[in-house]
């Protein structure tokens, strides 16, 4: 089973808009990460967020940690067309080894 | 770039016959995963290892071996291939050092048909 569920499945947006993408998961975990894919390519990081801090930001990308909810989630501002990727949260479950597992990911289309 | 490279990129093989897919680094880490990627499942586990020698199953692992002889290379083979074995497979290495997990860097991707 998944240990991350991304949510929602799948966006689409305007460019300039913001894009809010959500991720759950079920068990404590070290940190949690997010990667983007573009089309026929493989995960690139984007972001880390340790299980001790509650936000970070990157350019303009924002992800928020909830561990008393298990989730976390990740805010791209100023939505352009090259952001159009899937996106994916992977968890790194606490006390085990080093085993990232990634949710089904969200599929984002930003329109031109 | 991080360093790591997978082959083939693409392979079409046919049901039984056996495949090695190879990922190879330049970067020393010591973590390195085999994931596969199909539609409404994300990626999911296969194998990973801890350094050479020392790997173990994820959550998907059978029908899938493993071998890493040396630190720079691990490879998945496919005793037998099935058509349910159809995916896309991407090998990993891990950044991380100490107790923490770090940045993964991925391969490009190796997609295997079995027909």
């Known amino acids: 089973s998944q240990q991350g569920e991304e949510d929602p499945q799948a966006l689409s947006i305007q460019e300039g808009e913001n894009a809010t993408m959500n991720c759950s998961y079920k068990?404590?975990?070290?940190?949690l990460q997010w990667y983007r894919q573009n089309s026929g390519r493989g995960l690139v990081h984007l972001i880390l967020?340790?299980?001790?801090?509650r936000e970070k930001h990157s350019g303009r990308l924002r992800v928020t940690l909830d561990t008393s909810k298990k989730s976390s989630s990740l805010l791209i501002t100023a939505s352009r067309a090259a952001d159009t990727a899937s996106y994916f949260c992977a968890t790194d479950v606490r006390g085990g080894s080093y085993i990232p597992t990634f949710g089904r990911g969200t599929s984002l289309i930003v329109h031109p | 770039d991080a360093g790591i490279t997978q082959s083939p990129r693409h392979k079409v093989t046919e049901t039984g016959t056996p495949v090695t897919l190879r990922c190879h680094q330049t970067e020393n880490h010591r973590y390195m995963y085999w994931y596969r990627q199909d539609p409404g499942h994300g990626l999911r586990l296969i194998h990973y290892s801890y350094g050479v020698k020392d790997t173990d199953k994820g959550e998907v692992s059978d029908g899938y071996s493993v071998s890493r002889s040396k630190t720079e290379d691990f490879l998945l083979t496919l005793e037998s291939a099935t058509s349910s074995q159809t995916s896309v497979y991407f090998c990993?290495?891990?950044?991380?050092?100490?107790?923490?997990?770090?940045?993964?860097?991925f391969g490009e991707g190796s997609r295997l048909t079995v027909l």
């Open positions: 990993a290495i891990n950044s991380g050092q100490g107790g923490n997990t770090g940045e993964l860097f």
């Open positions: 967020i340790r299980s001790n801090e």
């Open positions: 068990t404590s975990i070290n940190n």
